[in-house]
Every structure is written in C-alpha cells, then in structure tokens.
C-alpha cells in the first residue's frame, strides 16, 4: 500500500532546478528517518539521500551531492528535496520511504512506508 505521498516531479531542462515533497498523510513523520529513491529506466531502484527528522542528520550519495539538499518541515511535516544543476542522468522516477532508522530508511528490505513515485525528466 501507498502510505507516502511524493509531489513536485516534472520535466525541466538541464541545469535546472526541482523540489521535490514527501508527506504522510495518515501519520507524523516525526521519529522517521526518511529517504528518497529514484529508478531510472532499465535500472535498479538506487537509495539517493535520507534524513532524520528527529536530529535532522542526512545523507546524499556521490553523485548528488553539491546539487541535492533534503530538509524537512517539520511544523508542515513535510520532508523536502532540492534538486539543483539537474543532468539528464537524474531522470528517474523518484519515491520516497520510511522507516525508524537512517540505517533502515536506505535498506529497502527494511522500509515500513513508500510512497507512489513521481517522475523527474530531465531534457538535455
């Protein structure tokens, strides 16, 4: 089942910028580590970044970093991410998950809640 919501996704040109939003609408992100997927086409889901909202430690992986940020709001209970200087290479459909730990949020076997996916297509 669908627990998360991910908005934000679109088409945007090289260079450019998205945001990217995760909520839970029939619960609080609070306490939940929280991390965005993304799935290219004929590719592997790949876990990207992830955060705590309880001390709001994060984590990107290489290829993101000094482009992506994540944040959360936590009054808005929304967890964020900003996608600067978009390559095509980060077209993907990206979810978001979580889970109670920044360990467990990156392992999917270990993910509690997903959410349905929303498509990034980055246009060269």
């Known amino acids: 089942d669908v627990q998360l919501q991910a908005s934000g996704g679109g088409l945007v040109q090289a260079g450019g910028s998205l945001r990217l939003s995760c909520v839970a609408p029939e619960f609080t992100l609070d306490d939940y580590a929280v991390a965005w997927f993304r799935q290219a086409p004929g590719k592997e889901r790949e876990g990207v970044s992830c955060?705590?909202?309880?001390?709001?430690?994060?984590y990107l992986v290489d290829s993101v970093k000094g482009r992506f940020t994540v944040s959360s709001d936590r009054p808005k209970d929304t967890v964020y991410l900003q996608m600067n200087s978009l390559k095509p290479e980060d077209t993907a459909v990206y979810y978001c998950?979580?889970?109670?730990?920044?360990?467990?949020?990156?392992?999917?076997?270990?993910?509690?809640?997903w959410g349905q996916g929303t498509l990034v297509t980055v246009s060269s």
């Open positions: 955060m705590s909202t309880t001390d709001g430690t994060s």
């Open positions: 998950a979580a889970a109670r730990t920044t360990d467990d949020v990156m392992d999917e076997r270990s993910v509690e809640h």
